[in-house]
């Protein structure tokens, strides 16, 4: 079994980050073409606790080495994530775990995500991986294995803060452009409000 983890500070408040979380995969983020499709399969609020649950299907595109494509004698071009995720808003905090279902039977990865607030001003990320073979054979194929998933990990990790930053700038101003519009709509005075009744 090997480890990879991973840490990062956003400049955004927990409430930016856990409302910009559920955009991470859209447009906005040219570093996530990999991911080809979000399915949410279930999602419910638990009336003690207030915590949102949600379950989703994540389909990714990525091509793997050719050696590991033959040695699982298959393509392994798309694989699905299962990713469960859990808000907190009394804690403030954001965890999603996640589980791969393809090559499940040969490859284990369990996958933990916990935002929580740094400050008012600023949140922070922590990645967790635990990535086990369960193929037969040599150890050298194994770690091999392994190996060749941390290092996928680790590039993807560098894509993902930099496709989330720009999901979260897009996001603040969105909703600044949303309440200037909204300031722009309403009336200004109690003069403004007589004259919008009179007319």
């Not at 856990?18 to 996530?32: G, L």
């Not at 279902?101 to 607030?117: A, M």
Request: hydrophobic share 35%; with cysteine.
């Amino acid at each position: 079994m090997k480890v990879f983890s991973n840490s990062e500070t956003f400049n955004y408040s927990w409430e930016e980050v856990s409302t910009a979380n559920w955009r991470k995969y859209c447009p906005w983020n040219q570093k996530s073409t990999h991911v080809v499709a979000v399915d949410t399969l279930s999602r419910s609020v638990d009336p003690e606790t207030g915590i949102l649950r949600t379950e989703r299907l994540i389909t990714c595109r990525q091509s793997a080495p050719d050696w590991l494509k033959s040695l699982m004698g298959g393509c392994m071009d798309e694989s699905q994530v299962l990713e469960t995720s859990y808000v907190d808003p009394r804690q403030k905090t954001v965890t999603m775990v996640s589980a791969n279902l393809t090559w499940s039977n040969l490859i284990n990865v369990q996958e933990t995500v916990v935002y929580r607030p740094l400050n008012e001003h600023q949140t922070r990320f922590e990645q967790s991986a635990k990535i086990t073979a369960l193929c037969g054979g040599w150890q050298r194929i194994r770690n091999s294995i392994e190996d060749t998933l941390v290092k996928r990990f680790r590039e993807n990790a560098v894509k993902g803060k930099e496709g989330f930053e720009a999901v979260l700038a897009m996001s603040r101003r969105a909703f600044a452009e949303e309440r200037e519009r909204e300031r722009m709509t309403l009336p200004r005075t109690t003069g403004d409000i007589r004259m919008a009744s009179a007319s």
